[in-house]
């Protein structure tokens, strides 16, 4: 398997004492750039006479390989290194989020009147109109980010505790992109009923629900339960948001290769949360041949391990994934690093089109099938056509908010998914560029309108 790139993920801040004299930097450049380090901001920190103490930023491949560059530079004579601090972990240190008043308190008047005795003007107001919640207080524009820490990334089942980073960078996301307040809920428990329960108690207090890295098949009664119990929009996002980015990145795919999603063969490698709603959302979208596959291969019919969501893929051929792919004109990995050969591409029809989102490591490295692809995407941000859900999840809740939706469909995610499409103009799209960048100022609002539209057509919006 290709070595990954460096990135920020494993990004490190160096800081040196050099003695003050031409060369001194560029030897230490020299040693992170032939230990394939990839070279960041240097920042002169101080300057004398005799001395000068930088800092330097390097993104590497793994820590491993960031401690190999610290040792190297720690190697070279008369560098002294006087500190190296992971980036990623000072990003993280504290927590990322904060809550802040909105008004502020400048005397007793303003005391009075935020709280009490004139807060209880506003409970009774709430008591005699309930609906009035959501005028009155956070609700209008808070969701929750419920996890149970069962599913973390691709990570596996690292509980609650290990669970809240992702959540916290998701609250992040929530109001950098779309002005959502959102707070992580991360629950002790995996026991289905528990986590149901839990929800609805809490929900008074929001008015949308993101569940978030909750295992298979666990999640689809979750979620399924909540939508018919509570009146509020439930999202799961490893399964609807990967589902609209998936079909909006191969409507742009298949503009460039000229092919109808109703004609192409598309194969789903990975059968849990998102390989099953990234199939059902490409079926609204007119898809028509699917083979998924999981950990044992085709879904056939003739296996008998199959749960409901599963059935509802299986095809008459059984095999392995190798077999799936011949012919294949899409491949939509959400499974494995490393489950893809470069035999299984020259195997795909002419044209081939190839998602390897497995994270970090694809199920086949971009560089490998470079020339063999026609479109490649992954779930990495340091290669292009990056498959990131906050291209969907806070458009999505941005227009079930504003519209007061009482709960989600397909419909209102396949209106996402061709919004995100359309920012993409004809000038623009090419085999590097099939989605817009994730800070294009123009997607939320564009998803927001999209799923607000489609709200009032399926008859779920009150607002």
């Known amino acids: 398997m290709a070595q990954l790139t460096p990135n920020p993920s494993y990004s490190l801040t160096i800081r040196v004492q050099v003695p003050n004299r031409p060369g001194m930097l560029a030897n230490i450049t020299l040693a992170v750039s032939n230990l394939g380090g990839n070279l960041g901001h240097i920042e002169l920190i101080e300057q004398t006479r005799e001395i000068a103490i930088r800092e330097?930023?390097?993104?590497?491949?793994?820590?491993?390989?960031?401690?190999?560059?610290?040792?190297?530079?720690?190697?070279?004579?008369?560098?002294?290194?006087?500190?190296?601090?992971?980036?990623?972990?000072?990003?993280?240190?504290?927590?990322?989020?904060?809550?802040?008043?909105?008004?502020?308190?400048?005397?007793?008047?303003?005391?009075?009147?935020?709280?009490?005795?004139?807060?209880?003007?506003?409970?009774?107001?709430?008591?005699?109109?309930?609906?009035?919640?959501?005028?009155?207080?956070?609700?209008?524009?808070?969701?929750?980010?419920?996890?149970?820490?069962?599913?973390?990334?691709?990570?596996?089942?690292?509980?609650?505790?290990?669970?809240?980073?992702?959540?916290?960078?998701?609250?992040?996301?929530?109001?950098?992109?779309?002005?959502?307040?959102?707070?992580?809920?991360?629950?002790?428990?995996?026991?289905?009923?528990?986590?149901?329960?839990?929800?609805?108690?809490?929900?008074?207090?929001?008015?949308?629900?993101?569940?978030?890295?909750?295992?298979?098949?666990?999640?689809?009664?979750?979620?399924?339960?909540?939508?018919?119990?509570?009146?509020?929009?439930?999202?799961?996002?490893?399964?609807?948001?990967?589902?609209?980015?998936?079909?909006?990145?191969?409507?742009?795919?298949?503009?460039?290769?000229?092919?109808?999603?109703?004609?192409?063969?598309?194969?789903?490698?990975?059968?849990?949360?998102?390989?099953?709603?990234?199939?059902?959302?490409?079926?609204?979208?007119?898809?028509?041949?699917?083979?998924?596959?999981?950990?044992?291969?085709?879904?056939?019919?003739d296996r008998t391990d199959l749960n409901e969501a599963k059935q509802s893929f299986a095809v008459d051929q059984a095999g392995d994934l190798a077999l799936a792919m011949q012919g294949a004109d899409v491949f939509l990995g959400l499974s494995a690093p490393g489950v893809v050969s470069v035999d299984m591409v020259k195997s795909m029809a002419q044209d081939p089109i190839v998602f390897a989102m497995a994270n970090p490591i694809p199920e086949i490295q971009p560089e490998l099938v470079r020339d063999l692809v026609a479109v490649m995407a992954t779930g990495r941000s340091d290669y292009p056509n990056q498959i990131n859900n906050v291209l969907a999840f806070p458009g999505v809740f941005r227009g079930a908010l504003d519209c007061r939706a009482t709960t989600l469909t397909t419909n209102m995610f396949l209106q996402a998914a061709l919004a995100i499409a359309s920012l993409v103009n004809p000038q623009e799209l090419n085999r590097e560029h099939i989605v817009p960048s994730v800070f294009d100022d123009r997607i939320a609002p564009a998803v927001a309108a999209a799923v607000q539209k489609a709200a009032r057509e399926d008859g779920v919006a009150q607002h």
């Open 56 to 301: 330097i930023n390097v993104n590497a491949a793994s820590e491993e390989h960031a401690e190999s560059i610290t040792e190297a530079v720690k190697a070279l004579p008369e560098v002294k290194v006087l500190d190296v601090y992971d980036r990623t972990f000072t990003l993280h240190r504290g927590g990322k989020i904060t809550v802040q008043s909105k008004q502020a308190l400048h005397g007793q008047d303003d005391l009075a009147m935020a709280y009490t005795p004139g807060v209880g003007r506003i409970c009774k107001a709430i008591a005699a109109e309930p609906e009035r919640v959501y005028e009155l207080t956070i609700k209008q524009n808070m969701v929750a980010i419920v996890s149970d820490g069962s599913a973390v990334l691709g990570l596996g089942n690292l509980g609650p505790e290990a669970a809240m980073p992702v959540m916290e960078g998701k609250a992040m996301l929530f109001k950098e992109f779309g002005g959502v307040d959102a707070f992580p809920i991360c629950v002790d428990t995996q026991d289905t009923d528990e986590i149901v329960e839990t929800v609805k108690r809490i929900a008074p207090v929001f008015g949308g629900v993101n569940l978030e890295d909750i295992a298979a098949p666990r999640c689809f009664e979750i979620e399924a339960r909540l939508q018919r119990e509570l009146n509020i929009p439930i999202f799961h996002d490893d399964q609807h948001g990967t589902a609209i980015v998936v079909l909006a990145a191969l409507t742009n795919a298949l503009k460039l290769v000229k092919k109808d999603i109703s004609q192409v063969k598309i194969v789903i490698n990975g059968a849990g949360a998102a390989g099953i709603a990234v199939g059902n959302l490409l079926k609204k979208g007119g898809a028509e041949t699917i083979w998924l596959c999981d950990s044992k291969g085709i879904v056939s019919s």
